[in-house]
């Protein structure tokens, strides 16, 4: 079974406070097998667990920053609202959705690559 970067990061919470899954459940309010689903990446975590964690595990700010940024690695839909995008802009996003599922690493790269050139130039 594959974990996600947020499945590990309350795995660690839960060892360090001798905590088990039922009880992260108690705690967020939802059941076993939605705390497992998100835990596994088959469900995004939802936005109100992070102050619930926060407090619950008394968690510094730089634990929090680590948490968010293992819940943005692990989440398993992304949603792109394009109401303000132009035609090309909505072409774009379908051609990628249409071509992610087949993507190998070499073309994520070069994306990835070129979207940092247009960062770096709107600076």
Do not use: C
């Not at 705690?27 to 705390?35: H, K, T």
């Not at 909505?90 to 070499?106: I, Q």
Request: proline content about 2%; aromatic content about 8%; glycine content about 4%.
């Amino acid at each position: 079974m594959s974990y996600t970067k947020y499945g590990e990061f309350v795995r660690v919470l839960r060892i360090k406070h001798h905590e088990v899954m039922g009880d992260m459940a108690e705690i967020l309010g939802a059941s076993l097998p939605f705390i497992s689903a998100v835990e596994n990446g088959r469900k995004n975590v939802p936005a109100e667990w992070v102050a619930k964690l926060v407090e619950h595990y008394h968690l510094s700010s730089k634990e929090r920053a680590e948490l968010e940024e293992a819940i943005e690695e692990s989440r398993a839909q992304y949603k792109i609202d394009s109401k303000k995008a132009g035609n090309a802009q909505r072409k774009a996003v379908l051609a990628f959705a249409r071509a992610f599922d087949e993507m190998d690493d070499d073309t994520a790269i070069k994306i990835l690559e070129l979207l940092s050139k247009k960062e770096d130039t709107s600076k």
